[in-house]
């Protein structure tokens, strides 16, 4: 059983920064990938960036391509999403997930956290 806890979440003005972090309990060795996703209100899930625990190669979503970027620190179980220059666009509740492996799909991962609302004002 993996354990995944959001925090970092928070309300910011346009063009401002926030960094969520996402730390991991009970990681096991068939959960090597860690995923962000977020969902709007009235729209679904959507991923955007997920990196792996043994190598640190990493996926963005192009909507969040320049702006958001994924790190991990093995030594604390922790995955940040550090997001700059946010957009209104950006608001959702963002969520982390553990996958055996690398992947762009909700379905591909066996564990969700409760999820961090951000929010980004105009």
């Known amino acids: 059983q993996v354990q995944l806890v959001e925090s970092g979440g928070g309300l910011v003005q346009a063009e401002g920064s926030l960094r969520l972090s996402c730390a991991a309990s009970?990681?096991?060795?068939?959960?090597?990938?860690m995923g962000w996703f977020r969902q709007a209100q009235g729209k679904e899930r959507e991923f955007v960036a997920a990196?792996?625990?043994?190598?640190?190669?990493?996926l963005s979503a192009d909507a969040v391509a320049g702006r958001f970027t994924i790190s991990r620190d093995n030594a604390k179980s922790t995955v940040y999403l550090q997001m700059n220059s946010l957009k209104p666009e950006d608001t959702a509740v963002y969520y982390c997930?553990?996958?055996?492996?690398?992947?762009?799909?909700?379905?591909?991962?066996?564990?969700w956290g409760q999820g961090t609302q951000v929010t980004v004002s105009s």
């Open positions: 997930a553990a996958a055996p492996n690398l992947s762009t799909t909700t379905r591909q991962y066996d564990y």
């Open positions: 990196i792996t625990w043994s190598s640190g190669i990493s």
């Open positions: 009970g990681r096991t060795f068939s959960n090597d990938a």
